[in-house]
């Protein structure tokens, strides 16, 4: 039997980005192509202070993007503190079809975008100059968990109860109807890190992984505990094991619990994870977590993600 096609998306936000991951899915289109999409809609999203345009920038005002995106060949492609390029999904993408490497930072990625056809533009919006000017004044970094679903509460009407936060990253798996999968991550990173610093989300393997024989994930939240536990490739790689899953997302969870106990009480980190089979689960630190699910069932379902707080 032919594969039923399906796109997940972080937070809130996914069901719009889901909406156009859809629109190349339902035509036969590849995983690929649904995921770059998907990610097109918060990075375009001017309200969105998470991804690309809006995005909040780093503690010296630079917007600083990071984004990856996989195949289900295993090829991959990932741009690194990517400054004044509004789609960075795509330039990862350029990264993985037009160059011998898989990663590019900075002013090279820059110079790579450039030279490729994307525009240079300011991506520092107003709202996101004034809220780092207010954050100036006290100058401590200190996460805001859940910021993604929170900052988009007053234009989704999707917002689910409980969720009084809002974040920002958006991971996108999709399965098309050839039963491949491919996946993308994009964000702003961390509100107002130390310039230069890169998350989980550019990082193959943390923010996101495909395996065409078992499934992909991806994660969202503080970064760093991700990468330390290299989250999503553990995820993939508990699936291949036989976990479900969302068993695979906690377990995950668990780890970064276990090795930081101190640090995950105050921190959020979600992963969401899609098997070969279509099958899809949740599991986050903290309550607050959602993502949306896009089929032909459905194009616009919101799943609250299981917590451990
Ligand atoms: C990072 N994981 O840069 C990203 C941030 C994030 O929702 O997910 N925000 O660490």
Redesign the pocket.
């Known amino acids: 039997a032919a594969a039923k096609p399906i796109i997940i998306s972080t ?1 809130d936000f996914g069901v719009a980005a889901n909406k156009a991951g859809w629109a190349v899915l339902s035509k036969g289109g590849r995983a690929l192509d649904a995921v770059e999409q998907a990610g097109w809609v918060p990075e375009s999203d001017v309200k969105n202070q ?1 991804v690309g345009y809006g995005g909040l920038p780093d503690r010296d005002g630079n917007v600083t993007l ?1 984004a990856c995106i996989m195949d289900e060949q295993g090829n991959c492609g990932a741009v690194l503190a990517l400054e004044h390029i509004k789609h960075p999904i795509s330039v990862a993408r350029k990264v993985m079809e037009k160059t011998p490497h898989v990663m590019l930072a900075g002013a090279g990625a820059l110079q790579f975008a450039l030279e490729n056809g994307f525009p240079k533009e300011n991506l520092l919006t107003p709202e996101s100059e004034k809220a780092w000017k207010e954050w100036l004044k006290t100058a401590e970094y200190a996460p805001v968990m859940n ?2 679903n929170k900052q988009y509460e007053k234009s989704s009407p999707q917002m689910l109860p409980g969720n009084q936060y809002n ?3 958006i991971g996108i798996l999709a399965i098309d109807a050839s039963g491949n999968i491919s996946g993308g991550c994009t ?1 702003s ?2 509100a107002y ?1 130390l310039h230069g610093r890169i ?3 550019p990082i193959i393997g943390a ?1 996101l992984y495909v395996d065409n024989e078992v499934g992909g994930a991806t ?6 505990e ?1 990468v330390r536990n290299v989250g999503s490739f553990l995820v993939v790689e508990l699936m291949r094991q036989g976990y479900s899953p969302e068993a695979a997302c906690k377990e995950a969870v668990m780890r970064i619990i276990k090795k930081k106990p101190e640090i995950a009480k105050n921190i959020q980190v979600g992963f969401l994870a899609i098997n070969k089979k279509g099958e899809h689960g949740a599991y986050a630190i903290q309550k607050g977590f959602s993502y949306a699910v896009c089929n032909d069932v459905k194009q616009d379902l919101l799943i609250p993600g299981k917590s451990y707080y």
Not at 219 to 224: D, F, I, L
């Open positions: 937070w998470t990071d910021i993604e974040h920002d990253t964000t990173g961390m890190k998350g989980d989300s923010g994660s969202t939240g503080v970064g760093e991700v």
